[in-house]
């Protein structure tokens, strides 16, 4: 009955089986919903790598070791101990942007120069301890009470890890989407961070366009008359009734099996580095993967099942989510911002300054490139002001 809906669901990287996301969600939930809703998607290719994850211990695996280490003095060493990004961003060395870095460290560890648990070192060892408790007691915390790890006096085991989704839904100027009283904030929405979103900058979005949706959505329901709804149609969802909608969700494999094994296909053909092959191979096992999940000889008998709907739901949005990505990886046949081909490692604005867009067409998902609309001078003017990054305030 609610006039209006403010999506604010996150985003989906954790569709990768190494992420910095919660252990619980951002499957890409939000944006499954919008798509199915009829809501467009944008960008779904643009997924950001932070250059530097925990590595060890396994539980902590792609836990942030966020750039405030960086930011202060701490480097990037490889199983050699050398200072590597001078052979890669000479100009910026470990502060440069995190496609790059993230790029770099994963070159050396494809090399053979990685540590023992698959990483680099990122060292603050040469920084006095009081700076690192001033300056660094998160991390400081972090690592000594997860790794065991007092990193001023050891090395810390990094590798890239899967944070930010850059892609997601298509809003308006008022955060509205194409559908009448659809709103949406934050990580579930495509567009506000390009193809390279800039530490601290998610937060900045949430406080700005949460305003903005709060303040639209509050004056479209105030216009909006009351919504009524037939007794008995969609007013309650009975799981354990919905023979329908559970005989196209539910199946034996165990739901969170299937959602594995979905991050481990990212994980290895569209991750930091892609390429055709590689892209190509994944969608095709991402569609056999969606052909086992929605086989309906096999379903299951318990639909009460609270924990396995969840899993089931968020097996259902990685699915449909990982086609989105990769699909998109394809179709866009240059590197940019966190996008980087092999096959195509140059960036190609004559072919390229556009934006790849999905939508639900019956049962298909349709992709169509459209271009980039010219920045309005009020804004461009804005974009050449230079500020000192900040970055032991940065995530």
């Given amino acids: 009955k609610s006039k209006c809906v403010i999506l604010a669901a996150g985003g989906y990287s954790r569709v990768y089986s190494v992420s910095s996301s919660r252990s619980f969600e951002n499957y890409g939930e939000g944006v499954v919903l919008a798509y199915e809703t009829g809501v467009e998607l944008v960008d779904m290719e643009m997924v950001q790598f932070h250059p530097t994850g ?20 701490g480097i990037l060493l490889n199983s050699n101990c050398e200072r590597f990004m001078k052979n890669y961003y000479p100009e910026r060395m470990e502060l440069g942007p995190r496609d790059v870095v993230a790029r770099s460290i994963y070159s050396e560890i494809v090399a053979g120069r990685g540590t023992k648990h698959g990483g680099v070192w990122l060292d603050a060892t040469h920084m006095p301890k009081a700076k690192i408790l001033e300056r660094l007691p998160t991390m400081y915390d ?51 961070h390009g193809a390279n979103r800039l530490g601290g900058n998610s937060l900045l979005g949430t406080v700005v366009f949460g305003k903005i949706a709060g303040r639209e ?34 199946v034996v494999q165990d739901p969170d099996t299937i959602r594995g094994q979905v991050q481990q296909v ?17 969608r095709r096992k991402i569609l056999e993967l969606k052909k086992a999940f929605y086989s309906k000889n096999h379903v299951l008998k318990d639909f009460k099942n609270y924990r396995n709907l969840v899993s089931t739901y968020e097996a259902k949005s990685a699915l449909l989510v990982s086609e989105a990505v990769i699909r998109s990886a394809l179709m866009r046949q240059e590197s940019r911002g966190a996008h980087y081909r092999s096959d195509f490692p140059d960036r190609d604005d004559r072919k390229w300054k556009a934006n790849i867009y999905c939508r639900k067409h019956g049962k298909t998902m349709v992709l169509v490139r459209r271009k980039t609309k010219k920045i309005k001078e009020s804004v461009k003017n804005l974009l050449q002001v230079q500020t000192k990054v900040e970055h032991h305030l940065l995530e």
């Fill in 54 to 73: 925990m590595v060890w211990p396994r539980k902590a695996v792609g836990t942030l070791a966020t750039e405030a280490i960086r930011g202060e003095g």
């Fill in 142 to 192: 972090q690592f000594k009470r997860i790794a065991g790890v007092d990193i001023s006096k050891e090395k810390m085991e990094v590798a890239p890890t899967a944070h930010y989704s850059m892609g997601g839904v298509v809003v308006d100027s008022k955060c509205q989407t194409n559908v009448k009283g659809l709103f949406a904030i934050g990580e579930v929405v495509g567009h506000v």
């Fill in 217 to 250: 959505a509050a004056t479209t329901a105030e216009r909006e008359k009351k919504r009524t709804i037939k007794r008995g149609t969609s007013a309650k969802l009975r799981i354990a009734d919905n023979k329908e909608f559970a005989s196209g969700l539910f």
């Fill in 266 to 282: 990212m994980e290895e053909n569209a991750g930091i580095v892609r390429e055709a092959n590689k892209l190509q191979k994944g």
